[in-house]
C-alpha cells in the first residue's frame, strides 16, 4: 500500500563546493547552479561566482530513525547516518530524501519541484512541508523475506515511492478534505492494517458499529461522516 506522508522541507548551510543542481546564494537571490555557473566560476573572476552559499535540501518525516537511516538532528543541525543504536535520537527525524551527493544513495526531488522551491525561498513564501508518496516495505528490514502472512504491520519500513528517474512524488499539504476524501482514508487504513485493526475493534467500545466488514463499514461511514 502507497500512502501520502507529511514532511518536512529542510535547508541546510553546507561547506563546499557547489556541484549542478545544488542551491545556491549570491548577494541578490537563491539559484541552482548550473553547467554555466560552473564555465563562469572556473573563468571568471567575479566575487559573485567565486563566493556563494551552497546547500542541502532535505526531506524527514517525524519518525525516530532506526540503524542503517540517514537522520537529521535538529539539535545540532546535521545529517548523518545511524550507525548504531547508541546514539541518541529523542528529538531526531528521519530523513527520507535528500539532494546531498554525500547522502548516497537516496530518493531525490524532482528538478521541477526545486525550480518552485527556489521560488518560494525568492517571492519569501517559503515551503516548509510537502505530502511524499511513501510505501511500506519489508525489504531490508533483519530477518526477512518472510511469507506475506507472516509479515507483521509493525516491521515494515516506511520508504518513499521513486520513479524511474530516482525521484520522489510530491503534493502539497491539504488543509481540508471532503467526505469521500475521508471515507477512502479510513477504507486503506482498515484494509492495510487487516487482522491487528479488526482485533484492536473489537475492543473499541465508544464506536460499536465499526465491523470490518465492506456492508458494515460504509454503515458506519455514512452514519459518522
Known amino acids: 500500500m502507497d500512502t501520502f506522508k507529511k514532511a518536512k522541507v529542510i535547508l541546510?548551510?553546507?561547506i563546499e563546493n557547489p556541484v549542478v543542481g545544488q542551491i545556491c546564494?549570491?548577494?541578490?537571490?537563491?539559484?541552482?547552479w548550473t553547467k554555466q555557473h560552473e564555465i563562469l566560476n572556473v573563468r571568471s573572476?567575479?566575487?559573485e561566482y567565486r563566493q556563494v552559499e551552497v546547500y542541502n535540501l532535505h526531506f524527514v518525516i517525524d519518525k525516530e530513525p532506526s540503524v542503517g537511516d540517514y537522520f537529521y538532528d535538529p539539535k545540532i543541525q546535521i545529517t548523518c547516518i545511524m550507525a548504531n543504536k547508541n546514539y541518541n535520537v529523542e528529538g531526531c527525524k528521519k530523513l527520507i530524501a535528500t539532494l546531498s551527493s554525500k547522502l548516497t544513495p537516496s530518493p531525490m526531488p524532482s528538478p521541477g519541484f526545486i525550480s518552485k522551491y527556489v521560488e518560494s525561498l525568492n517571492s519569501g513564501k517559503v515551503i516548509d512541508e510537502v505530502m511524499v508518496q511513501c510505501i511500506l516495505t519489508w525489504e531490508g528490514v533483519?530477518?526477512?523475506?518472510?511469507?506475506?502472512?507472516?509479515?507483521?504491520?509493525?516491521?515494515?519500513?516506511?520508504v518513499p515511492l521513486v520513479d524511474k528517474g530516482g525521484y520522489i512524488t510530491?503534493?502539497?499539504?491539504?488543509?481540508?478534505?471532503?467526505?469521500?476524501?475521508?471515507?477512502?482514508?479510513?477504507?486503506?487504513?482498515?484494509?492495510?492494517?487487516?487482522?491487528?485493526?479488526?482485533?484492536?475493534?473489537?475492543?473499541?467500545?465508544?464506536?460499536?458499529?465499526?465491523?470490518?466488514?465492506?456492508?458494515?463499514?460504509?454503515k458506519w461511514l455514512d452514519k459518522n461522516l
Not at 533483519?142 to 516506511?158: N, T
Request: charged share 40%; with cysteine.
Open 142 to 158: 533483519p530477518g526477512y523475506p518472510k511469507s506475506f502472512k507472516d509479515a507483521k504491520i509493525e516491521d515494515a519500513r516506511l
Open 45 to 47: 573572476k567575479l566575487a
Open 170 to 218: 510530491i503534493k502539497k499539504v491539504k488543509e481540508s478534505w471532503n467526505k469521500e476524501e475521508v471515507k477512502n482514508i479510513v477504507r486503506e487504513t482498515l484494509r492495510a492494517t487487516g487482522k491487528e485493526i479488526k482485533a484492536e475493534m473489537k475492543n473499541i467500545q465508544t464506536c460499536p458499529y465499526i465491523e470490518f466488514s465492506e456492508d458494515d463499514l460504509n
Open 12 to 14: 541546510l548551510p553546507v
Open 25 to 32: 546564494r549570491n548577494s541578490i537571490e537563491y539559484f541552482i
